[in-house]
């Protein structure tokens, strides 16, 4: 079984309706477990029009939300020129920790 933290760009998609990004996640679920972080929920209720919000919920409330830690460390990373792999290398700093593939 494989578990999946999912990004908020995949998941603006699906309720967008792209055909690919639809089967992409139900097939994912059929895998494993779906993961968000609580700051992708928090973007993706922020960004939905006033018709999604059924779908918005459904989807959401569907995935395992994961409180993601703010340090100075995490902060730090954001420097400009920063290259994306030495975030994801050391580990995201996460509660609870979990291993799973970002998609």
């Excluded at 998609?13 to 968000?36: C, F, K, S, W």
């Excluded at 989807?59 to 902060?75: A, G, Q, R």
């Amino acid at each position: 079984m494989d578990d999946h933290l999912l990004d908020s760009g995949i998941l603006v998609r699906h309720l967008r309706n792209y055909p690919a990004y639809v089967a992409l996640t139900n097939r994912l679920a059929e895998l494993g477990q779906l993961y968000i972080a609580t700051f992708t929920r928090f973007e993706i209720m922020r960004g939905m029009r006033q018709h999604e919000n059924e779908g918005t919920y459904r989807l959401v409330d569907s995935m395992v939300n994961l409180p993601m830690k703010v340090s100075p460390w995490l902060e730090s990373w954001y420097a400009p020129g920063k290259p994306v792999g030495s975030f994801w290398e050391k580990g995201m700093p996460s509660s609870p920790r979990q291993r799973f593939a970002l998609i």
